[in-house]
């Protein structure tokens, strides 16, 4: 199946930093879609991205396209506690079908 | 707007049973994708489900099948249960069309002993 590698694999920051997580490929992707997942919960919908070089805000968070279509970064502004969660990028390459392909998760922590 | 609802939210069964999983979609979606998420990894497409005919598979074996109703509610079937089988089973919801974003339910937590 594709890979789509997070980076970082975890993070801890103090709250008030801003944070910036990437997701890479190999593969050229047609949309990424960026989720954050708590424990015991599924995955939330944070942002969706079409084309590439598109720039896209929910609040304090911002994610952009990558220009090569093979990955996606997302910023988070001014963390707060309730940001802790894991992070997924997610990935649809039309070529190869309907499925999505998630990374591999990146691990916040907010230190108050 | 209701949200996807899945069921039961938690369950052990042994090696060799079948199991059945249940999920509503969201209101108004009527494409249904299931994942399997072991624990510390991301969700593992399984397949997907339109118009009540399978529209898309993963690397999983033919033991594990599904169905989808009139309404859009969905199933995932699992037979002859192995230990590995033991992961959060999520459904997603979506409007029709290849690249529509997927909405998430908590998820089924199956135990396999």
């Known amino acids: 199946g594709q890979q789509l590698n997070q980076s970082p694999q975890s993070m801890f920051i103090q709250e008030g930093e801003d944070v910036s997580m990437n997701c890479t490929s190999s593969?050229?992707?047609?949309?990424w879609l960026w989720y954050k997942q708590d424990p015991g919960e599924g995955p939330v919908l944070l942002i969706a991205?079409?084309?590439?070089?598109e720039l896209t805000s929910n609040g304090r968070l911002t994610a952009q396209f990558g220009i090569t279509r093979k990955d996606s970064f997302l910023n988070i502004s001014a963390s707060i506690p309730s940001d802790v969660g894991i992070y997924f990028c997610?990935?649809?390459?039309?070529?190869?079908?309907?499925?999505?392909?998630f990374g591999t998760g990146t691990s916040l922590t907010v230190i108050p | 707007e209701t949200g996807v609802t899945q069921s039961p939210t938690h369950l052990i069964k042994t090696r060799g049973q079948q199991v059945t999983l249940r999920c509503s979609s969201q209101?108004?979606?009527?494409?249904v994708s299931w994942y399997q998420q072991a624990l510390g990894q991301g969700p593992q497409f399984i397949f997907q489900?339109?118009?009540?005919?399978?529209?898309g598979r993963g690397n999983f074996p033919p033991r594990f099948s599904g169905l989808q109703f009139p309404n859009y509610s969905s199933e995932l079937n699992v037979n002859a249960l192995e230990l590995d089988d033991s992961a959060l089973y999520l459904c997603?919801?979506?409007?029709?069309?290849?690249?529509?974003?997927?909405?998430f339910g908590d998820g089924t937590r199956l135990s396999i002993l």
């Open positions: 997603a919801s979506s409007w029709s069309g290849r690249n529509q974003p997927q909405h």
């Open positions: 593969s050229i992707f047609n949309t």
């Open positions: 997610a990935g649809l390459r039309l070529i190869t079908g309907n499925q999505f392909y």
């Open positions: 991205l079409y084309k590439a070089g």
């Open positions: 209101s108004g979606h009527n494409t």
């Open positions: 489900y339109y118009r009540e005919e399978e529209n």
